[in-house]
């Protein structure tokens, strides 16, 4: 398996446009995390799902954003309209529990950069 | 989940053992540890995990006591390659959330 995709690594927009961040899990993976990392305020977990139903989506800033994961092999987090506090760098990860213990793969990120 | 302390940074150079603690002293029975890494634009990778006692593997060895209320991953002979974050995280047995702290950054010198 080639791990964790995401999509773009690098996005650059101006301020109110929509962006949308994509991400294919590994195979077999059944739950799937969205992360932010700033140096301000650390990795948060924005929100993560299983067997592709949102679970808990209480790290989600606010109604800009919304993510959805309409199959086993694909997700998106979308942010409508983008504000420049929102640059960072968004991580996919994606886990499965084995025997209780779970071991997350993460994607390479997307850095989002908006101005 | 019990709250996680580590240092925030340490410094070392190439070819010594270096010892990053972590407490977590309010850990529960059915409670693991757990710690990841994270090179400069890269996202975090799972290192090791262990309940009790001492965990080694390729990249590292993590020592348990038995009060469990803290945890010490031990990275043999380190190189410049070894520079990034490190996070010890506590996890529950059979829960797939993963919450990070702040993590130790692990500056190694020549």
């Known amino acids: 398996d080639a791990g964790v995709i995401q999509s773009p690594r690098h996005e650059v927009t101006e301020m109110g446009q929509e962006v949308t961040l994509r991400c294919k899990p590994i195979?077999?993976?059944?739950?799937l995390f969205w992360y932010r990392q700033t140096m301000m305020r650390g990795l948060e977990l924005l929100i993560y799902?299983?067997?592709?139903?949102?679970?808990?989506d209480s790290g989600m800033p606010e109604d800009r954003f919304s993510a959805k994961m309409p199959n086993a092999s694909f997700s998106t987090l979308k942010i409508q309209p983008s504000e420049p506090r929102d640059s960072a760098v968004y991580f996919c990860?994606?886990?499965?529990?084995?025997?209780?213990?779970?071991?997350?793969?993460f994607g390479q990120g997307t850095r989002l950069t908006v101005v | 989940l019990a709250k996680t302390t580590q240092p925030i940074s340490m410094d070392s150079y190439e070819g010594q053992e270096v010892n990053i603690t972590c407490s977590h002293n309010?850990?529960?029975?059915?409670?693991?540890i757990t710690w990841y890494q994270q090179f400069p634009s890269q996202g975090p990778r799972f290192i090791i995990q262990g309940y009790k006692t001492k965990v080694t593997n390729e990249v590292a060895s993590l020592f348990i006591p038995a009060d469990r209320k803290s945890s010490t991953l031990s990275l043999p002979r380190v190189s410049l390659s070894d520079t990034a974050v490190y996070y010890c995280?506590?996890?529950?047995?059979?829960?797939?959330?993963?919450?990070f702290g702040k993590g130790t950054m692990l500056l190694v010198s020549p």
């Open positions: 799902f299983n067997n592709n139903v949102p679970i808990d």
């Open positions: 309010n850990i529960a029975t059915n409670d693991y």
């Open positions: 195979s077999g993976h059944d739950y």
């Open positions: 990860a994606s886990s499965q529990t084995t025997g209780g213990f779970t071991e997350a793969f």
């Open positions: 995280l506590v996890l529950r047995r059979g829960y797939s959330t993963l919450t």
